[in-house]
């Protein structure tokens, strides 16, 4: 199966990452790589694996950048990557020993958060469709996001791919502060009744950030997992804030123009 199956990456400056990532892909006899024109070692890194096609294209949204990378790829399957996700070993057998079912298009897999290359006991992170048919599959935006869309029945896997981002803190608040001003666009001119529970409570702007700190220290165990526990509190926390920020001011610049 592992042979059928092309894994596909997109990559922006992942110096600090893509090594790793590429350590636990030995089974796979092409990666297709779709780079943002990286100006850091990430191309250098991405050289050195024979294996690796890169294809590079100016960035414009997610969505778009998967969709390049299915129309480059010629397996069946698809195994969509972040450049900080590694695919443990056991997920690699889990998929090795799949016996494919002609309804099901897609499987999703579960994440570990890592912090510093320790996995914690608890994550924000939801499932998300990793592996597909790649006929089947086509992506959307999704705020700062993207997802894909599936033709056919999905199914969860057991094993685990760990999330684990070693870039730089200042690089990590750049990034947040980009997404933050997207969701919060989003979460505002979405319908109430459209918004999942997770952007319900973030609309509560006042108070989100404070939940999702008691709920990572206290619902997902992150108390347990000492200072790491805290640091991704924190991370959460400080994100959450960004947003609430976000929201306030676009709320009150809105609110400023209706009364002009």
Same mark, same amino acid.
């Given at each position: !199966? ?7 990456i /997109? ?10 990532? /590429?350590?636990? /892909? ?9 780079? %943002? ?7 250098? &890194?991405? %050289? ?13 949204? @997610?969505?778009?950048?998967?969709? @390049? #990378? /299915?129309?480059?790829?010629? %397996? ?6 972040? $450049? ?12 090795l020993?799949?016996? @494919?079912?002609p309804?099901?298009? $897609? ?14 006991? #608890?994550?924000?992170?939801?499932? *998300? ?10 992506? =959307? ?9 599936? &033709? ?5 896997l057991n ?15 750049? +990034?947040?502060?980009?997404? !933050?001003?997207?969701? +919060? ?22 108070? $989100?950030? @404070? ?16 200072? *790491?526990?805290?640091?991704? $509190?924190f =991370?959460? !926390?400080?994100?959450? !804030?960004?947003? +609430? &920020?976000?929201?306030i001011?676009?709320?009150? +610049? ?7």
């Amino acid at each position: !199966m592992l042979d059928q199956i092309t894994p596909l990456i /997109l990559t922006y400056n992942e110096a600090a990452n893509i090594g790793r990532t /590429l350590q636990q /892909l030995t089974w796979a006899k092409r990666i297709v790589v779709i780079d %943002s024109f990286s100006d850091d070692e990430t191309l250098e &890194i991405l %050289s050195k694996c024979d294996r690796v096609q890169v294809l590079q294209r100016k960035f414009d949204t @997610f969505a778009s950048q998967c969709n @390049f #990378g /299915l129309e480059r790829i010629t %397996s069946e399957w698809v195994l969509s990557l972040d $450049a900080d996700y590694l695919v443990t070993d056991k997920l690699a057998e889990e998929i090795l020993g799949l016996s @494919f079912k002609p309804e099901v298009n $897609a499987y999703r897999a579960r994440f570990k958060y890592c912090v510093f290359g320790k996995p914690l006991r #608890g994550t924000l992170l939801p499932p *998300r469709t990793v592996l597909y048919r790649r006929a089947s599959a086509t992506y =959307q935006d999704d705020g700062h996001a993207h997802r894909v869309q599936i &033709i056919g029945e999905t199914e969860t896997l057991n094993g685990y791919i760990y999330h684990d981002d070693r870039k730089t803190l200042s690089r990590w608040l750049k +990034s947040q502060d980009r997404y !933050m001003q997207i969701e +919060s666009k989003k979460i505002l001119f979405t319908p109430y009744h459209e918004l999942g529970l997770g952007d319900r409570i973030r609309k509560a702007k006042y108070i $989100a950030p @404070f939940i999702i700190l008691i709920y990572c220290l206290i619902l997902k165990g992150g108390i347990l997992d000492g200072w *790491r526990g805290w640091y991704y $509190a924190f =991370q959460r !926390m400080l994100a959450e !804030m960004l947003l +609430s &920020i976000y929201l306030i001011e676009l709320d009150n +610049s809105i609110t400023t123009t209706e009364k002009l």
